[in-house]
């Protein structure tokens, strides 16, 4: 498609000069131009995770004092730009940009996620009383035999009360341990009051702390609509499923939808040794395109 | 072929990396004019000044075609270093055979650091959006820091928020009101700073009188708020189990069963003592005990590692604060 540029009758213009038509880059590559900050971006929030809130700051500070100083050197406001200044220059000030959106946003969240009201609460096992908001479908983790499944709900934390009764507010990811079978079931949206005793995080994400449940969840209202659709869809599947044998029927609502609430431990560790979990841990499209 | 070779060196000229090869991509699927596409292709000549609003040029009728261009590139680009030799199938790229030396074009065609640079004008539309994320950062985090709310029975006491940090100790002033009665010059209530111990106390009270030994007492203890501390008098078997017995269970005085063991004044002993309390969570309390400041609440004990929601109802009548 694209015909020579000398043949096209439009006149390459040498000088450079900024024009309406002039976003699109040499045919035969890509369009790189956002690469340099998407990665800077990505790998300084990945880098935050596992570094903290402070350090990310200080390098998207840093980032930014050196995309500013860069452009400053680059426009010639700074001493003459070397070769190598004027070839690579502005890709190093976007990769700096990059710092700067991933470090700055990163050590917003992770400042939220590490603020010490809460992680005090959580080094000293609080038991705490907690108002939360189902973010998530519960998924079982495999117990010790002989003792019941415990169940993982990610939530959002709305406010807490500790044994004392003061009250903490803060927008944090929870992740709840519960035992207690009314935690099954539970759809995303649904807002609910938990008594437990919170605990410290592994870390490496933005879980603000653990909860470990002690009891059922008492329900404060309804989840959103379109959540209770997709909620009753998928308990219509799970019922069609049920006359399957076992191992069937706790397959395909995996497959489709991927609940694999029901999927029995064995066929599990089976995609498991065949690497294949991706099947039954996302989505419908594994059957319409299967 | 000349072609090429012209636009290759004009392309070094102007520090532009790449640039096609006429008819790069022979798959195109939608109608493209090679007039349509042209513009796009000789626009990208120019040095490196790129727009930086390329979603208006989408609108806009000869860019169009070249939008499409772009589209598809990534997949052809991504091909081609696999494809640097002379033998590469035919009709993936069509001109594929026109191009000699097969390792050099795949050189020239790799993305050199020209498609990775936003230009001036790129980077100044970068840094807009870096502003707007620094800000929007900054409010988000600003927003959604934790915001701790008074307890409603405290009379009038609203917990000190400085910026998100709640106070870990829940006295409203950092101030510790203790009695301290007995052999003292002045007895009755001494104010304290937090975590004062207990020969502060008998210190504000004017000192003991002479000839009292307050080594007994144990000095070193951290008290507590609203304790009552007796000084060289040796309180009645039948009061030493009661909460307010300050340092006299140090005396020797076991608690007397079914009266309440005092958290914040217990000892190892007493601890001990209690149904389902062995040494090991006697320690623990004790110091947790320390660590806090004392015990605020009965409820504070489950806190405490080791005791369950089970064993807090067996103590929680047992104990008091």
New interface residues.
């Given amino acids: 498609?694209?015909?020579?540029?000398?043949?096209?009758?439009?006149?390459?213009?040498?000088?450079?000069?900024?024009?309406?038509?002039?976003?699109?880059?040499?045919?035969?590559?890509?369009?790189?131009?956002?690469?340099?900050?998407a990665v800077a971006t990505w790998l300084t929030a990945l880098a935050g995770l596992h570094l903290g809130a402070a350090t990310v700051l200080i390098a998207a500070v840093l980032a930014?004092v050196f995309?500013a100083v860069g452009?400053l050197h680059?426009?010639g406001l700074l001493g003459r730009p070397g070769r190598w200044a004027?070839?690579?220059g502005?890709?190093a000030?976007?990769v700096a940009?990059g710092v700067?959106?991933g470090g700055?946003?990163g050590?917003?969240?992770l400042?939220?996620r590490d603020?010490?009201?809460?992680r005090?609460l959580a080094e000293?096992?609080?038991?705490i009383t907690a108002e939360l908001v189902v973010r998530d479908d519960p998924r079982p983790i495999r117990g010790n035999p002989g003792r019941p499944a415990t169940l993982l709900v990610t939530t959002e934390l709305v406010?807490l009360t500790e044994?004392?009764?003061?009250?903490?507010?803060?927008?944090?990811q929870v992740l709840v341990l519960a035992a207690h079978p009314a935690w099954r079931g539970l759809l995303p949206g649904q807002r609910l009051t938990a008594e437990g005793?919170l605990g410290v995080p592994r870390g490496g994400d933005l879980t603000a702390a653990v909860l470990s449940a002690?009891g059922p969840p008492v329900r404060r209202g309804a989840p959103s609509w379109a959540q209770r659709a997709a909620g009753s869809l998928r308990a219509g599947l799970q019922r069609a499923c049920a006359p399957l044998p076992d191992a069937r029927g706790g397959l395909l609502p995996g497959l489709v939808v991927g609940d694999t609430s029901r999927l029995l431990p064995t066929v599990e560790e089976d995609f498991r040794a065949t690497g294949m979990t991706h099947l039954n841990a996302v989505s419908g499209a594994n059957v319409p395109w299967g | 072929m000349s072609?090429d070779d012209?636009?290759v060196v004009?392309?070094r000229?102007?520090?532009?990396?790449?640039?096609?090869?006429?008819?790069?991509?022979s798959a195109?699927p939608l109608p493209?004019s090679?007039?349509a596409?042209?513009?796009?292709?000789?626009?990208?000549?120019?040095?490196?000044?790129?727009?930086a609003?390329?979603v208006a040029?989408v609108g806009?009728d000869?860019?169009a075609?070249?939008?499409v261009?772009?589209l598809l590139?990534?997949a052809?680009?991504d091909r081609r270093p696999l494809e640097s030799g002379p033998t590469s199938p035919a009709g993936v790229v069509a001109d594929e055979p026109s191009v000699p030396g097969g390792s050099e074009s795949a050189a020239r065609?790799?993305?050199?650091?020209?498609?990775?640079?936003?230009?001036?004008?790129?980077?100044r539309a970068?840094?807009a959006?870096?502003v707007l994320?620094?800000v929007a950062?900054?409010f988000?985090?600003w927003r959604?820091?934790?915001?701790?709310?008074p307890?409603?029975?405290v009379a009038g006491a609203t917990?000190p928020v400085t910026d998100?940090?709640?106070e870990?100790v829940?006295s409203p002033s950092a101030e510790l009101v203790v009695a301290v009665a007995g052999k003292v010059r002045r007895p009755g209530l001494v104010r304290l700073p937090v975590g004062a111990r207990l020969a502060d106390a008998v210190q504000a009270a004017g000192g003991a009188l002479p000839g009292v030994d307050v080594a007994l007492l144990n000095p070193a203890r951290k008290v507590a708020d609203g304790e009552l501390i007796v000084v060289g008098v040796t309180p009645p078997p039948a009061a030493a189990g009661q909460p307010v017995a300050g340092g006299a269970p140090a005396a020797g005085a076991a608690p007397v069963a079914g009266a309440p063991v005092n958290l914040n004044t217990a000892t190892l002993a007493d601890l001990d003592a209690l149904p389902g309390v062995g040494p090991v969570l006697a320690q623990r309390i004790l110091a947790h005990r320390e660590q806090h400041g004392g015990f605020?609440?009965v409820?504070?004990l489950?806190?405490v590692?080791g005791i369950g929601?089970a064993r807090y109802e067996q103590l929680k009548e047992l104990v008091t604060v």
């Fill in positions: 498609m694209s015909a020579t540029p000398d043949g096209s009758g439009t006149p390459i213009d040498p000088g450079g000069g900024p024009g309406p038509a002039q976003t699109i880059v040499a045919g035969g590559v890509p369009d790189l131009r956002l690469a340099g900050l930014a995309s452009a680059l426009v004027r070839r690579h502005w890709i000030v976007a940009l700067v959106c700055t946003v050590a917003a969240r400042a939220v603020a010490d009201a809460l005090s000293q096992r609080a038991s406010t044994s004392d009764g003061r009250r903490l507010g803060a927008p944090v005793r002690s | 072609h012209e636009t004009r392309r000229l102007l520090r532009l990396t790449a640039q096609p090869p006429p008819g790069s991509v195109e493209a090679p007039a596409a042209t513009p796009g292709a000789s626009a990208a000549l120019v040095s490196g000044e790129l727009s609003e390329p040029d806009a000869p860019p075609g070249s939008h261009d772009r590139r990534p052809s680009a065609r790799l993305p050199g650091p020209g498609a990775f640079d936003p230009g001036r004008r790129g980077v970068l840094a959006v870096a994320v620094v950062a900054g988000w985090a959604s820091r934790p915001q701790a709310e307890v409603p029975p917990v998100g940090v709640v870990p829940a605020k609440s409820g504070e489950r806190q590692d929601d």
